[in-house]
């Protein structure tokens, strides 16, 4: 089971961009799904989160700008980012907190998973 993220890019402020973050196997259900970001020299922030039922939760810092969604049967969480900020710039992680997938005709589960990150920059 991997995870992977995609979309990041250049953009100039006030911009827009989609991240995608693909869960890959033989995946059966996958939970809590949460975007985080990371910019030079800070902590890793957590963005935004959407359960497996399709409940949504953002930093204060992203509402009303970001939006997180998800298509269980693509097994493919997606952040829209509007309005892009400069403080916006970051690597990007998606992260999962439980996927079960098949393996050898049986089902296991998996916890904790970290996808490689993509980097958005944002120019003023």
């Known amino acids: 089971v991997q995870l992977q993220a995609s979309g990041g890019g250049m953009v100039q402020a006030g911009g827009s961009l989609t991240l995608s973050c693909v869960v890959t196997?033989?995946?059966?259900?996958?939970?809590?799904m949460t975007w985080y970001r990371q910019a030079p020299g800070k902590q890793r922030e957590e963005v935004a989160s959407?359960?497996?039922?399709?409940?949504?939760t953002y930093a204060d810092f992203v509402k009303g700008r970001f939006t997180i969604s998800r298509d269980n049967a693509k097994n493919t969480v997606y952040l829209q980012m509007n309005s892009l900020k400069p403080e916006d710039t970051a690597v990007y992680y998606c992260?999962?907190?439980?996927?079960?997938?098949?393996?050898?005709?049986?089902?296991?589960?998996?916890?904790?998973?970290w996808g490689q990150g993509t980097l958005v920059t944002v120019s003023s």
């Open positions: 992260h999962a907190d439980r996927v079960q997938y098949g393996r050898d005709f049986i089902w296991h589960d998996d916890y904790d998973l």
């Open positions: 196997g033989r995946i059966r259900s996958f939970n809590t």
């Open positions: 959407i359960t497996n039922s399709g409940s949504s």
